[in-house]
Nanobody
């Protein structure tokens, strides 16, 4: 089973930016075998919600709430997927989880507050 480790969360002011990373265990071959990588988030008292994902040979999808502000990308040689978050809002405050195939990371906290 692939292990996913998120990093890059923290406290940021409204309008600020963060870049989240999701590092995967195993080989580059294993990373490339994962068809879909995605990001989800869960705010306090809320259900986990979809943020963004990307599928090899397929589309990149974003939740309407983050479209135009967030960008998902990956670097195959680093076995890592990223979520660049710009123009952050307090409503973006949540634990952000990486998903690779059927595997989940442990999450990283993002807090947007002045």
């Amino acid at each position: 089973q692939v292990q996913l480790v998120e990093s890059g969360g923290g406290l940021v002011q409204p309008g600020g930016s963060l870049r989240l990373s999701c590092a995967t265990s195993g080989s580059i071959f294993n990373f490339r075998s994962i068809r879909t990588m995605g990001w989800y988030r869960q705010a306090p008292g809320k259900q986990r919600e979809f943020v963004a994902d990307m599928t090899r040979g397929g589309p990149i999808n974003y939740a309407d709430s983050v479209k135009g502000r967030f960008t998902i990308s990956r670097e195959d040689d680093k076995k890592t997927v990223y979520l660049q978050m710009n123009s952050l809002k307090p409503d973006d405050t949540a634990v952000y989880y990486c998903k690779g195939g059927d595997n989940w990371g442990q999450g990283t906290q993002v807090t947007v507050s002045s």
